[in-house]
């Protein structure tokens, strides 16, 4: 069984930052595509940022130049570094990721998800 566990999310004051991680974990023999995505209520969900094993990445235009994402491809893991943090960030941030097991069939994961506040 492959699962994505995530960690990071809470309640932060406008202007403020956190840090969002996720680790894939079991029966895994590679990761492609890495990323985030988020829900707030009533709204579509929608790509925050995304980015390749080789380091190729996509952002949002809502959080360019505010929001970083990286990964430890040793670790099967990635994070979304957030900065400069708006009420309007306040969603239920997602986890994602391509996967390929070790009995190559190639899966998409989901995390749980994360609940992220901007409030003052």
């Known amino acids: 069984q492959v699962q994505l566990v995530e960690s990071g999310g809470g309640l932060v004051q406008p202007g403020g930052s956190l840090r969002l991680s996720c680790a894939a974990s079991?029966?895994?023999?590679?990761?492609?595509?890495m990323g985030w995505y988020r829900q707030a209520p009533g709204k579509q969900r929608e790509l925050v940022a995304r980015?390749?094993?080789?380091?190729?990445?996509n952002y949002a235009d809502s959080i360019q130049g505010r929001f970083a994402i990286s990964r430890d491809n040793s670790r099967n893991a990635v994070y979304l570094q957030m900065n400069s943090l708006k009420p309007e960030d306040t969603a239920v941030y997602y986890c994602?990721?391509?996967?390929?097991?070790?009995?190559?069939?190639?899966?998409?994961?989901w995390g749980q998800g994360t609940l992220v506040t901007v409030s003052s």
């Open positions: 980015m390749t094993r080789g380091g190729n990445t």
């Open positions: 079991g029966s895994i023999f590679s990761i492609n595509v």
């Open positions: 994602n990721a391509n996967v390929v097991t070790t009995s190559l069939n190639h899966l998409e994961l």
